[in-house]
C-alpha cells in the first residue's frame, strides 16, 4: 500500500507548490512596503499549502479508499480526485481491487493413507468489498495465506495420495471451494486455487515406479497369453477344416512345396507316401513352373 500522507498526489503537490510560491511573493511584497495585509495574506498561504496534501486525495483506477470520519466509517472513496476534512477525516486504506495471488505449502502434510507429501500452490483472489475487508479483519493478506495453508493439509489428510496425484483438478475446486467459504466475511472472492506440485518421499517414488513397472508387465504376458490362445483357435480351425477336407489339406500341401521351390538350387526330399497322396503330376508340373521355362 503506498503512502496515505501525500498518496503519490501530483495534483495536491503541485497545487501545495503554487500556493508556497504565493506565499513567497506575498512576504516580497510585504518587504517592499506593501503593509502588513502581504504578511496575513502570506501566513494564510503557508496554512493552505499545509492543509492541501492533508484535503485532496487520488486513488488510482484499481483502488478504492476507506475514509473515517472521527474514527467512525464515513464513506468508500475513488477512483480519482476526492476530498476530506482535514484533522476530521482520515484514509485508514487504500485497497487494491485488482486480482492478487498468494502463494503456500503444505510440507510433510500426511494424506489419509498416512504419506508423507509435500504440496505447492497458489491461489488468485480478489477484494471485491473494500469496506468489509478494511473493518472486519486487520492484515487479510496474512490471513489469506494462513486459511489457504490451513484448508490445505485439511484436504490433504482427508485424501488418498493417489487420489491427490490423480484427481488434481478436483483437488483445485475443492480447495477453492473450501477457502472461499472461510473468509466469505472479508469482502474477497477466491477467483481459483491451483496445485503445482506434489511431493513424495523418493523411497515411495521408487515403489510406485516398480509397481508401475510389474503392472506393464502382468498386461504384457496377459496379451501375450491372449494372442497364444487365439493362434491355438485358429489351428484348431484350420485342422477340423482339413479333416473335413482332404482336398484341402492336398491343396496346402502342394502350396507348400511351390513355396519352398521358389529358391533355386535347393533340394527337396518329399516323403514318398507325400507324394502318393498328391497328384504327382501336378507337383512335378509345380517344380517345373518354379525352375522357369527350358531352353
Known amino acids: 500500500m503506498r503512502s496515505l500522507l501525500t498518496g503519490g498526489n501530483p495534483v495536491a ?10 506565499a513567497v511573493l506575498s512576504i516580497y511584497l510585504g518587504q517592499a512596503g506593501g503593509g502588513n495585509g502581504y504578511y496575513v495574506l502570506a501566513a494564510i498561504f503557508v496554512i493552505v499549502a499545509i492543509l492541501l496534501p492533508r484535503t485532496i486525495k487520488m486513488a488510482n483506477q484499481w483502488e478504492r479508499a476507506v475514509v473515517l470520519r472521527l474514527g467512525k466509517l464515513h464513506s468508500v472513496r475513488g477512483p480519482g480526485l476526492f476530498v476530506i476534512v482535514p484533522f476530521m477525516d482520515a484514509v485508514a486504506m487504500m485497497l487494491d481491487q485488482r486480482i492478487q495471488t498468494t502463494e503456500f505449502n503444505a510440507e510433510q502434510a500426511l494424506s489419509k493413507d498416512t504419506v508423507p507429501v509435500n504440496i505447492d500452490a497458489v491461489i488468485f483472489w480478489q477484494v471485491h468489498d473494500s469496506e468489509k475487508a478494511a473493518l472486519e479483519i486487520t492484515d487479510f493478506r496474512s490471513a489469506i495465506a494462513r486459511v489457504a495453508q490451513t484448508s490445505l493439509r485439511e484436504m490433504v489428510g482427508s485424501s488418498l495420495l493417489s487420489t491427490l496425484l490423480s484427481e488434481r483438478k478436483s483437488a483445485d475446486e475443492v480447495l477453492r471451494a473450501e477457502i472461499a467459504r472461510k473468509i466469505a466475511n472479508w469482502g474477497i472472492t477466491v477467483h481459483s486455487v491451483e496445485i503445482r506440485d506434489v511431493g513424495i518421499p523418493m523411497a515411495l517414488q521408487d515403489a510406485m515406479s516398480r509397481q508401475a513397472q510389474a503392472e506393464r508387465e502382468r498386461q504384457a504376458r496377459v496379451l501375450l497369453g491372449q494372442a497364444e490362445v487365439e493362434v491355438a483357435q485358429k489351428f ?9 477336407n ?29 507324394v502318393d497322396a498328391m497328384n504327382p503330376g501336378n507337383i512335378v508340373g509345380l517344380v517345373r513352373a518354379a525352375d522357369g521355362p527350358t531352353k
Open 236 to 244: 484348431l480351425d484350420a485342422a477340423q477344416t482339413y479333416s473335413q
Open 13 to 22: 503537490s503541485l497545487l501545495s507548490f503554487l500556493v508556497a510560491v504565493l
Open 246 to 274: 482332404p482336398a484341402a489339406l492336398q491343396l496346402r500341401a502342394m502350396n507348400i512345396i511351390y513355396e519352398t521351390t521358389k529358391e533355386r538350387g535347393a533340394t527337396i526330399l518329399i516323403p514318398t507316401s507325400m
